[in-house]
C-alpha cells in the first residue's frame, strides 16, 4: 500500500511540474509573439460621453494601426473604473473632471496622460420653453435638475453667484442622468444642468439652451487618465495610443461627416443631436496641450502657476471639498503627466 501512495504521490508532483513547465513555455510564447509583432496589448476603459477621438479611433482601427492590441471595457461612469484601475483590469481610461479628481483624492496611482475634449461649451442650463426662464437670473424659484458632486453642480453654482442668487433661491433637484429626459418632457422640472450629449438631447425634446460653462467663466474638460506602473513599463504602448487619437483628432478637423457617424453610432444619437455635440466641443492637439498659455495646458510651467488644467481642476477639487464630496484635497499637479504631450506634440 505504502508502495502505491508513494507512486501515485510522485505521479501528482510529475503531472505539477509538467504543468508549470507547460504554462512557463505558453507565457513565453504569448511575450515571444508581442515582441515579434511590435504590437502592444492596451486595455481601455470607456463611457459614453463626447470622447469623438475614441470613437473614431474604433471606427477606423487606429490603434490597430499603430500597433496597439485594444480591448475595450465599458462603464456607466467614471468611480467603477477605479477598482478596474487596482486590479489592473484597465490599463488607460476616459473620464470627466469629478471622478478624475476623486481618483487623485484617494490615492489611486494614476495620472492624466492627456485631454480628449474641451466641453466648456457642452455643458450648461438647458430649459423648457413653457418655464418661464429667458435668462439666467429668471431661475429664482423655478426647479432645476442637477447631477449632485458633478461639474454641472459647481459650473451652476458660479454662475449662481454671477448673479446674486444662492441655492436657496431656487429648488434643486438632484436627478440621475438617465431620467433628466423624462423629467424634462414631463414638467417635473424647469431646467436641467446638464453635459453633453444630454443637453443636445434635451434641446430635441424641446429645450433651449439660457448659459454654458464657457459663459461663467467655468472649464470643463474629458481626460484621458492611465496607471503609472503601467505608463513606466510600456511608454511605447502608452505614445501609441496616443498617437491613434491624435490621428482621429485630424479626422475630426477635416472630414465632419465621418465624425459626426462616429458620435451617432457610439451614442445613438441624431443626425443634428451629433452635430451640436461636435460644435459644443473642442479637441484640443498636443501642441495646444503643451502651450504653457493654452486654457488647458498640460506644460509644467502652467501647472506651477495653477494655470491650464490645474486651474480647472484644482477650481473644481475646492468645491468637491467644501462639500464633501472628496476625503482630502489632492495634489493636481502630481497626477498630471505631459511628458507624452511634449513628446507628440510635433
Same mark, same amino acid.
Given at each position: 500500500?505504502?508502495?502505491?501512495?508513494?507512486?501515485?504521490?510522485?505521479?501528482?508532483?510529475?503531472?505539477?511540474?509538467?504543468?508549470?513547465?507547460?504554462?512557463?513555455?505558453?507565457?513565453?510564447?504569448?511575450?515571444?509573439?508581442?515582441?515579434?509583432?511590435?504590437?502592444?496589448?492596451?486595455?481601455?476603459?470607456?463611457?459614453?460621453?463626447?470622447?469623438?477621438?475614441?470613437?473614431?479611433?474604433?471606427?477606423?482601427?487606429?490603434?490597430?494601426?499603430?500597433?496597439?492590441?485594444?480591448?475595450?471595457?465599458?462603464?456607466?461612469?467614471?468611480?467603477?473604473?477605479?477598482?478596474?484601475?487596482?486590479?489592473?483590469?484597465?490599463?488607460?481610461?476616459?473620464?470627466?473632471?469629478?471622478?478624475?479628481?476623486?481618483?487623485?483624492?484617494?490615492?489611486?496611482?494614476?495620472?492624466?496622460?492627456?485631454?480628449?475634449?474641451?466641453?466648456?461649451?457642452?455643458?450648461?442650463?438647458?430649459?423648457? @420653453? $413653457?418655464?418661464?426662464?429667458?435668462? *439666467?437670473?429668471?431661475? =429664482?424659484?423655478?426647479?432645476? %435638475? /442637477? #447631477?449632485?458632486? &458633478?461639474?454641472?453642480?459647481?459650473?451652476?453654482?458660479?454662475?449662481?453667484?454671477?448673479?446674486?442668487?444662492?441655492?436657496?433661491?431656487?429648488?434643486?433637484?438632484?436627478?440621475?442622468?438617465?431620467?433628466?429626459?423624462?423629467?424634462?418632457?414631463?414638467?417635473?422640472?424647469?431646467?436641467?444642468?446638464?453635459?453633453?450629449?444630454?443637453?443636445?438631447?434635451?434641446?430635441?425634446?424641446?429645450?433651449?439652451?439660457?448659459?454654458?460653462?464657457?459663459?461663467?467663466?467655468?472649464?470643463?474638460?474629458?481626460?484621458?487618465?492611465?496607471?503609472?506602473?503601467?505608463?513606466?513599463?510600456?511608454?511605447?504602448?502608452?505614445?501609441?495610443?496616443?498617437?491613434?487619437?491624435?490621428?482621429?483628432?485630424?479626422?475630426?478637423?477635416?472630414?465632419?461627416?465621418?465624425? @459626426? $457617424?462616429?458620435?451617432?453610432?457610439? *451614442?445613438?444619437?441624431? =443626425?443634428?443631436?451629433?452635430? %451640436? /455635440? #461636435?460644435?459644443? &466641443?473642442?479637441?484640443?492637439?498636443?501642441?495646444?496641450?503643451?502651450?504653457?498659455?493654452?486654457?488647458?495646458?498640460?506644460?509644467?510651467?502652467?501647472?506651477?502657476?495653477?494655470?491650464?488644467?490645474?486651474?480647472?481642476?484644482?477650481?473644481?477639487?475646492?468645491?468637491?471639498?467644501?462639500?464633501?464630496?472628496?476625503?482630502?484635497?489632492?495634489?493636481?499637479?502630481?497626477?498630471?503627466?505631459?511628458?507624452?504631450?511634449?513628446?507628440?506634440?510635433?
Amino acid at each position: 500500500m505504502k508502495t502505491i501512495r508513494k507512486k501515485f504521490h510522485i505521479g501528482i508532483i510529475l503531472l505539477l511540474v509538467l504543468g508549470l513547465l507547460a504554462g512557463c513555455g505558453s507565457n513565453e510564447e504569448a511575450s515571444s509573439n508581442e515582441k515579434s509583432d511590435g504590437s502592444h496589448a492596451v486595455k481601455i476603459g470607456w463611457q459614453p460621453s463626447v470622447e469623438t477621438q475614441f470613437y473614431i479611433a474604433q471606427n477606423e482601427k487606429l490603434f490597430e494601426k499603430n500597433s496597439i492590441r485594444p480591448a475595450y471595457t465599458k462603464f456607466t461612469a467614471g468611480p467603477p473604473m477605479f477598482a478596474a484601475f487596482n486590479s489592473g483590469s484597465i490599463d488607460v481610461a476616459y473620464m470627466g473632471n469629478p471622478p478624475a479628481i476623486i481618483a487623485m483624492a484617494e490615492n489611486l496611482p494614476v495620472s492624466v496622460i492627456a485631454v480628449e475634449v474641451d466641453s466648456s461649451n457642452g455643458e450648461g442650463l438647458v430649459v423648457n @420653453e $413653457k418655464s418661464g426662464i429667458n435668462k *439666467l437670473e429668471d431661475i =429664482k424659484g423655478k426647479k432645476i %435638475s /442637477v #447631477l449632485r458632486g &458633478s461639474s454641472a453642480e459647481y459650473a451652476m453654482m458660479q454662475a449662481l453667484k454671477k448673479v446674486g442668487l444662492t441655492e436657496k433661491d431656487l429648488t434643486i433637484i438632484n436627478l440621475d442622468i438617465t431620467t433628466i429626459i423624462p423629467a424634462f418632457e414631463k414638467g417635473d422640472v424647469d431646467g436641467v444642468w446638464v453635459w453633453d450629449p444630454w443637453v443636445s438631447k434635451l434641446v430635441t425634446a424641446g429645450g433651449k439652451v439660457i448659459v454654458r460653462d464657457a459663459d461663467v467663466g467655468v472649464g470643463a474638460s474629458g481626460v484621458w487618465m492611465a496607471r503609472n506602473e503601467w505608463v513606466e513599463k510600456n511608454p511605447e504602448a502608452v505614445e501609441a495610443f496616443l498617437k491613434s487619437l491624435a490621428d482621429a483628432n485630424k479626422i475630426i478637423g477635416e472630414d465632419k461627416e465621418k465624425s @459626426e $457617424k462616429a458620435l451617432q453610432g457610439a *451614442l445613438a444619437l441624431e =443626425k443634428q443631436e451629433a452635430e %451640436s /455635440v #461636435l460644435s459644443n &466641443s473642442e479637441y484640443p492637439t498636443y501642441k495646444e496641450l503643451w502651450d504653457p498659455r493654452y486654457k488647458l495646458s498640460m506644460n509644467p510651467d502652467a501647472l506651477k502657476k495653477n494655470e491650464g488644467l490645474a486651474k480647472v481642476l484644482n477650481d473644481l477639487a475646492d468645491f468637491l471639498d467644501e462639500n464633501g464630496k472628496i476625503t482630502q484635497k489632492p495634489n493636481i499637479e502630481e497626477h498630471i503627466n505631459g511628458s507624452f504631450v511634449e513628446k507628440l506634440q510635433n
